[in-house]
T-cell receptor, first 115, second 110 residues
Framework: EAQVTQNPRYLITVTGKKLTVTCSQN?????MSWYRQDPGLGLRQIYY???????DKGDVPEGYKVSRKEKRNFPLILESPSPNQTSLYFC??????????????FGPGTRLTVL | EDQVTQSPEALRLQEGESSSLNCSYT??????LFWYRQDPGKGPEFLFT???AGEEKEKERLKATLTKKESFLHITAPKPEDSATYLC???????????FGTGTSLTVIP
């Protein structure tokens, strides 16, 4: 089944404790992206990757890191989480983000709480 | 600054009562405009892509249209299973950045 998977689905942590949220897709997509969703603010793009070893900042990259060493995986790293990073996070992928007709496939989401 | 505004924030319809959702946008060099459906506790699910003014696309009870400044999602004779949050997103001229609206929460009452 074609899908985007994220782990963990739920995470409660404390300020300053480094964490990684994994994202994997099995559709051989070139483009992958991370978003956070907050009430009243909608989905905001954190980072995106056009292909292996090629990443760039989205609208809200502060406090996050990403890496793309393999085509299928795109982990999101919070090196020193803070309470304002409490949010619902989504990973998404598409064949090629540059093509106007390419929809993104979203993962199920990771709900992160930073105390 | 690239921006997407959706209205109304919430909409309650009786089953069979048709209506429209609005998405207005400002973006430098629109590559595409997307509509997604999001059910509670799930990731957004793709519905439509539009990329030129005048374009229309249909799927079951949904029809999306696009002008130079806004898009509409028309819902004809909705059913309770159409209840969800509908998100609009625009793709900028680079093709790599996407801007989402805050969504319209639709409730269809039997």
């Amino acid at each position: 089944e074609a899908q985007v998977t994220q782990n963990p689905r739920y995470l409660i942590t404390v300020t300053g404790k480094k964490l990684t949220v994994t994202c994997s897709q099995n559709m051989n997509h070139e483009y992958m992206s991370w978003y956070r969703q907050d009430p009243g603010l909608g989905l905001r793009q954190i980072y995106y990757s056009m292909n292996v070893e090629v990443t760039d900042k989205g609208d809200v990259p502060e406090g996050y890191k990403v890496s793309r060493k393999e085509k299928r995986n795109f982990p999101l790293i919070l090196e020193s989480p803070s309470p304002n990073q409490t949010s619902l996070y989504f990973c998404a992928s598409s064949f090629d983000g540059g093509r106007p007709s390419n929809e993104q496939f979203f993962g199920p989401g990771t709900r992160l709480t930073v105390l | 600054e690239d921006q997407v505004t959706q209205s109304p924030e919430a909409l309650r319809l009786q089953e069979g009562e048709s209506s429209s959702l609005n998405c207005s946008y400002t973006v430098s060099g629109l590559r595409g405009l997307f509509w997604y459906r999001q059910d509670p506790g799930k990731g957004p699910e793709f519905l439509f892509t539009l990329y030129s003014a005048g374009e229309e696309k249909e799927k079951e009870r949904l029809k999306a249209t696009l002008t130079k400044k806004e898009s509409f999602l028309h819902i004809t004779a909705p059913k309770p299973e159409d209840s969800a949050t509908y998100l609009c997103a625009v793709q900028d001229y680079t093709g790599n950045q996407f801007y989402f609206g805050t969504g319209t929460s639709l409730t269809v009452i039997p």
